[in-house]
């Protein structure tokens, strides 16, 4: 029996320097380009505290750490109720696809869909992590326009 190839929405990620990552939409199904300044985060735990933090409102996250979405979505957010994700999308090597915690109320991905926020998967993000890292240690933001077209990988 063979089994069919699922189609996934290709995205690329080009910075304002003209560099470019390559990866794959998982979370809500953008509506078109999504455009914003890039954010590393190198907390290997705590992406759901990451995601909800009014620090991060409006920016595009990249996880350094290579496997994300393990621990699923608690509800827990960023303490104090705020649950909702702030974060405009987010940016991540690999994608647990199963919830281990057995508090998780949903996977990850399943929550970045209801609340209507894409992601990005299969990114070399450790490459990206030392580009923006760079450019802020020498006080510049990186700007980013994710570009989503639709095809068969």
């Known amino acids: ?11 690329q990620l080009v ?16 509506e078109g380009d999504i455009e914003g300044d890039l954010k590393s985060i190198i907390d290997m735990f705590g992406y ?11 920016k595009i996250l990249v996880f350094a750490t290579p496997h ?10 960023a303490g104090e109720e705020r649950t909702a994700i702030t ?14 915690n057995q508090e998780a109320k949903h996977s990850l991905e399943e929550e970045m869909k209801a609340q209507g926020i894409t992601g990005i998967w299969g990114v070399d993000t ?16 990186v ?9 068969e990988a």
């Open 48 to 58: 759901e505290r990451e995601m909800c933090s009014a620090d991060n409102d409006g």
């Open 87 to 100: 974060a405009k999308a987010v940016v991540i090597r690999d994608l647990a696809r199963i919830a281990s």
């Open 68 to 77: 994300i979405g393990n621990v699923g979505w608690t509800g827990e957010g």
């Open 1 to 11: 029996m063979t089994k069919t190839q699922q189609q996934r929405t290709r995205a």
């Open 143 to 151: 700007r980013v326009q994710v570009i989503v077209e639709k095809q």
């Open 126 to 141: 450790r490459r990206l992590v030392r580009h923006v890292s760079q450019a802020q240690h020498e006080g510049k933001s």
């Open 15 to 30: 910075l304002d320097t003209g560099e470019k990552f390559t990866g794959f939409v998982f979370g809500a199904a953008p």
